[in-house]
């Protein structure tokens, strides 16, 4: 079945640095992935979706400048926390459809310390 | 608004002790509804999609149901390694927008 590689699963960082997570279809090419944030005990929820070759669009609320995201080719996005801070700590969590559905990474533990 | 909720919110069970978890869902135009499986600290395992009123789907001891206004989960004889989170999703008629519910913490003791 199609696999979704997300990169790293885990992270810690410093308060004021930067962190860039990576998504990649393995077998599959993805011309739309999406980004989720989840926080302890709650669902998932979207943050933006990133689109091959041009803008992410981004959900009501999410910050375009802090979550940075590129998706350069057709199997590789990327979610980079810029200038994280401690309340951006949570479990990111990236999908791309294929042809069954979507499927999921196995998800990005961020710490910000 | 397209909403999605799920019920019980946690549910413990004797390993053998079937149940059935809930999945109710407001969405305009129902393109699918999908069913995952979440461990702890991991991402979510697909599991069924269901698109049409009446539709059924199994995988082991899972068996998914769809109605106009809700979702079904039954599970028959669970495990212990059935423990898990299960979240439910559907997809509106408008682009490519998942749902989610809140998910249903299943435990199964053995």
């Known amino acids: 079945g199609a696999v979704v590689s997300q990169h790293p699963s885990w992270v810690i960082c410093k308060s004021g640095t930067s962190v860039k997570i990576e998504c990649r279809s393995l077998?599959?090419?993805?011309?739309?992935m999406f980004w989720y944030r989840q926080f302890p005990k709650q669902s998932l929820m979207l943050m933006a979706t990133?689109?091959?070759?041009?803008?992410?669009?981004?959900e009501q609320g999410v910050e375009k400048d802090k979550f940075l995201i590129n998706h350069a080719s057709l199997t590789l996005s990327t979610l980079t926390v810029t200038s994280a801070h401690p309340e951006d700590s949570s479990f990111y969590i990236c999908?791309?459809?294929?042809?069954?559905?979507?499927?999921f990474g196995s998800g990005t533990r961020l710490t910000v310390v | 608004e397209d909403q999605v909720t799920q019920s019980p919110e946690a549910l413990r069970l004797q390993e053998g002790e079937s149940s059935s978890l809930n999945c109710s869902y407001t969405?305009?135009?129902?393109?699918?509804l999908f069913w995952y499986r979440q461990d702890p600290g991991k991402g979510p395992e697909f599991l069924f999609t269901?698109?049409?009123a009446g539709e059924e789907k199994e995988k082991e001891r899972l068996k998914a149901t769809l109605t106009k206004k809700e979702s079904f989960l039954h599970i028959t004889a669970p495990k212990p390694e059935d423990s898990a989170t299960y979240l439910c999703?559907?997809?509106?008629?408008?682009?490519?927008?998942?749902?989610f519910g809140t998910g249903t913490s299943l435990t199964v003791i053995p």
């Open positions: 999703a559907v997809q509106g008629s408008t682009g490519n927008q998942f749902y």
């Open positions: 269901l698109y049409s």
């Open positions: 990133s689109n091959e070759g041009s803008k992410a669009t981004y």
């Open positions: 077998d599959f090419q993805a011309t739309t």
């Open positions: 999908s791309a459809r294929d042809l069954i559905g979507y499927t």
């Open positions: 969405v305009s135009g129902l393109r699918g």
